[in-house]
């Protein structure tokens, strides 16, 4: 059997399209406001119009009755349809456009009528109110239908109620008046409802093309989507509208820049303070892959504008691929060395072995502790003055790798660090990172020499850094303390301009800081200082021997 395809059945409801669903229902809104408009209108001007008919028949009723001549008339004459009552009355009605006039004595007889017929006769409703004096106003059934009435009391020269004047107003009048404001007023809701429709219309067009002509359920598909993604993804994400203040921050974000929800609707430079990370953000650094330091990670940032005049910033996390870096640069270096070693120590055996062949002894003997020797004053050097095993162990590997260079490493007469540092490995980063520029800037200049300074004061680290380099010009030493600031071309597989940063802002974690000047004799020369940096000191230890007097360390292939 051949599969058909099932009918689609027709679905009844509201439209799926935003444009759709918003144009209805502001269209219904309008006719619905139009409605109650009209409807609140003709309440009241229903009950308006009777009112001012009522107060129209009572305003000509006290018009007839102050005439002295119809009470003196009611008085000396009998109610006759030729009367002098009746004449006054019905040219009363006539100017007026009443529909009746009716003049009666306290009995309630008629003096006056429409109906001649009628004069003469009681009255089909009760006087009494008028006859007492007071005035009536009132819609009521009387033998000429209903009519909107006023009475008023007659009285004579004297003031005595001798009689009482009704005025009538047709209904029927009154209703025809409401009834031919009705189309006038439909046709202005008509025109407020087209105006509210063509406005509905342009509204719904604009809406149209701000979602993409989509469907409320896609809009929700998609606002769930985003959130799946911004929250799930390994990348920070900043959103910021066209004031420049913070209207989105995904979770990366808030664990890269160290800020939370609480930054949502201010400035970069209110949630992060100024610095070029802030600057980055805000788009017055301009570029792609932007290095940023923000405390201890590095960050590559790109900023791309948005229609509206915002912006969306991404963030990744460079910290531990520049480490693996900088470990790369330490390796290679060191492996360097060790092969530079190597080749030396090919030779010391070849000119042993020389020695030896040659039987003599006693100089194979002192060739032998003149090596041994130097390999252990280069340690001993460094260990008497920097007790800290890190910071020794990186110097006495700097020193073998200056070395290669063509380079001499000095350790400074006044180094004096204890083993007593808070923080260990911080100060082997900002003791690798400046005697790496220090190599980099000698590198290539006669007599290359970089000169180390490690001394502590109290509970504060201070360390001295300088080289006979070309130094650094006073125009740039506080550039160089930027994020990717760097006048080298960087490696294959990392970014300059990260060393020098790093230095600083771990001194500033320390409460210290970072600066840089000239050397004596030319060269740079750099100062960190760390307060904060070595515990207190402990009781005295027992002296073990007088220290040694050396004032520089060499690598031992320049020992000899």
Known sequence: MTPTTPARRLRLGLP????????????????GVAVLATGLFLAPLGEQLDDQAMRRALAIAQTTAQQPQIAEDLRA???????PVQREAERIRRATGAEYVVVLDRRGVRWSHTDPERIGGLVSTDPGEALAGREVMEIDEGTLGRSARGKVPLRDADGEVIGAVSVGIAYDSVRARLIHAIPGLFAYAGGALAVGALAAWLISRRVQRQTRDLAFSDIAALLAEREAMLHGIREGVVALDRHGRVRLLNDEAQRLLGIGE???????????????????????VTGTDLLTVRGQRVLV?????TDDGGAVATLRDRTELDQLGRELDSTRGLIDALRAQDHEHANRMHTLLGLLELEMYEDAV??????????RATSEQVTERIREPLLAALLVGKATV??????????????????????????????????????????????????????????TAVLVVRDTGPGVPPGQRELIFTEGWSTKEPPGHRERGIGLPLVRRLAHRHGGDARVGEAPGGGAEFTVILPEALTEPGPPAAPTGAPAEASEFKAPEEAR
């Open 77 to 83: 004459t009998k109610p006759t349809p030729d009367g």
């Open 16 to 31: 799926r399209r935003v444009f759709s669903q918003v144009l209805l229902m502001q269209v219904a809104i309008a006719a």
């Open 301 to 305: 940032a790109n900023r791309m504008p």
């Open 402 to 459: 200056a070395a290669e260079r063509g380079a001499v490493l000095r350790l400074s007469d006044r180094s004096r660090l204890p083993d007593r540092l808070v923080d260990p490995r911080g100060l082997v980063t900002v003791v690798g990172n400046l005697v790496d520029n220090a190599l980099d800037a000698v590198a290539g200049t006669p007599d290359a020499r970089v000169e180390v300074e490690l001394r502590a004061e109290g509970r």
């Open 366 to 375: 002192e060739f032998v502790g003149e090596v041994v020797g130097d390999h």
């Open 262 to 284: 609480e930054a949502v609707g201010s400035s970069p430079d209110e949630a992060l303070g100024a610095g070029r990370t802030a600057d980055v953000l805000a788009g017055r």
